[in-house]
């Protein structure tokens, strides 16, 4: 078993339940972080804030770790349900101090919030926006080897339109 972080004593039962319950299907995986990682779409600087719940994973990830660590579905499911009940009372980072209220010397006043995404989607590393470029350019590689596909039988059928025609 890992030599784990000490998890905050303020976490909510749901979220340390849920934090215990992650980190022990990782050390069954027998991965390292950065193992992990790879295995994933997921950093290893993402999981160490997952496993530390400093932030809260996304579904996918959770998934992605019950793939790696051969889950059956219906195990991988109560992860997700596990998941849904940590993730709606994780605990909220504190609002930033409006730019305007540092200015004034005014200190407490809080931007007003747009909902748009949920707070841990907004708040990913620079690691989490490097994997979904890599992602990206995963996906443009195999748009553009499927291009030149269809060119090369384009260019195979009038050959042989012309050869045999």
């Given at each position: 078993m890992s030599a784990w972080q000490p998890l905050p004593d303020d976490l909510p039962p749901e979220v340390r339940h849920f934090v215990e319950q992650v980190r022990g299907l990782k050390d069954r995986t027998g991965l390292s972080l950065a193992a992990l990682g790879a295995r994933t779409?997921?950093?290893?600087s993402s999981w160490q804030r997952y496993l530390n719940a400093t932030q809260?994973?996304?579904r996918q990830a959770i998934a992605a770790l019950c793939r790696v660590a051969g889950l059956t579905p219906a195990d991988a499911e109560r992860f997700g349900v596990r998941w849904e009940l940590a993730v709606q009372v994780w605990p909220?980072?504190?609002?930033?101090v409006a730019e305007s209220a540092r200015q004034d010397g005014v200190y407490g006043v809080y931007e007003e919030e747009v909902?748009?995404?949920?707070?841990?989607?907004?708040?990913?590393?620079a690691g989490d926006a490097r994997d979904a470029r890599a992602s990206?350019?995963?996906?443009r590689r195999v748009l553009l080897v499927a291009?030149?596909?269809?060119l090369a039988l384009?260019?195979?059928?009038?050959?042989?339109?012309?050869?045999f025609g």
């Open positions: 779409a997921y950093s290893k809260p994973p996304p909220r980072p504190p609002a930033p909902p748009t995404l949920p707070w841990w989607v907004e708040s990913e590393s990206g350019d995963s996906s291009v030149l596909l269809v384009g260019l195979l059928a009038v050959v042989g339109a012309v050869a």
